[in-house]
């Protein structure tokens, strides 16, 4: 039997690491080492570009039955980089740190899902892996609460503390399960870590990881710049919306398909961004935030449907690990490159080239055929 309920907290502890730590940046940056919206943007996203490189790999492991030391491993990267964050002398160790942290949170949740989804039926994929995402994405929407309670109350040299013990929980829970039962069987080959029917999907969640990239690192400068206030809530705002959603969502992902729930909500994500970058008030901009979190939960499992099914259950560890790299590459590029636009044009007009991105997906949805077409 799969041990999915420890999985589970594991991979959420893990991630409310990671979210704590998404949150503390934008401060600590500034603060610590100086620079402004391009410097906290880089250490934001520069994680994801070793979790987008390492998902693949976790999957393919996971795919040959290594799915528990795997898993171990990236709760360790995971404690290691949030230790080398707090210890830091500079930018330039603190973004090593940022990419070893992000190569644990990819072997950890991208080894973790494959060993759960193996014991799921086909029919049930979307709402499983919708509600085991839900521990990556509490962890990053409750982790920014975290740090902002902890910073308010401890300090916060007290998050970088608390992001270690958080990932040292999660590789005890993981020792503490029964192996995986699944056996191990000689790795696929390299050329095919990028099995066909990926790039589309793959695609979509990118583009809409763009706009979630641009929440996650420039909303609190955003609100802090136009003097607008609840920027110490926002987040937690945008994380109690996309949870709801995704809690009572996912089912839908199997009932409409993930074509049509991925394209209607995203449609909701370009309302919100350009909300938020038009906002003038504490109201308004809480009610975009809102939608915005709500037009992002349903994204990814959507995309899980739409990848499993184009792939036909073929490798789905290293097909789920490819596809959620997209996401990671998303969320980088939007850190630097949203960070660059906002100090060039202001960060009105970085909300709104995410509104962009997510038009683009829109438009990469509409083209995806109606029915998949099996590789095989």
Known sequence: MVPGRRLWVAVLCGYLAFGAALQALPSYVPEKFGGGALASGTAVGIAFLATACGRPFAGWLADAGWSRPVVVAGGVLAALGGLGQLLAPNLGVLLLARLVMGAGEAALFSAALPWVLAGTRAAQRGRVAGWFGLSMWGGLAGGPVLATVLTATAGGDVVWWVVVALCVVSVALVLTTRSDPGRIE??????????????????????AAYCYGTVAALLVLRLRAGGIGVDDVALAVFAAAFLVVRFAGSPLVDRYGGR?????????????????????????????????????????????????????????????????????????????????????????????????????????????????????
Not at 186 to 207: M, S, Y
Not at 284 to 306: K, N
């Open 186 to 207: 000689p790795l696929a080959r390299i050329r095919d870590l990028v099995p066909r029917g990926i790039p589309l999907p793959g695609a979509i969640v990118g583009l």
């Open 260 to 376: 049509v729930v991925a394209a209607s909500t995203v449609a909701v994500e370009i309302v919100a961004l350009v909300g938020i970058a038009q906002a003038n008030g504490p109201v308004g901009a809480t009610i975009f935030t809102a939608l915005a979190g709500l037009g992002l939960a349903l994204v990814y499992p959507a995309c899980v449907s739409m990848t499993l099914d184009r792939v036909r259950g073929l490798r789905p560890g290293v097909s789920m690990g490819v596809m959620t790299s997209f996401w990671d590459l998303g969320v980088m590029t939007a850190g630097p490159l949203g960070g660059f636009v906002a100090e060039q044009a202001g960060f009105r007009a970085a909300f709104l080239v995410a509104a962009g991105a997510g038009l683009a997906c829109v438009v990469v949805l509409l083209r995806m055929p109606r029915r998949a077409v099996s590789p095989r």
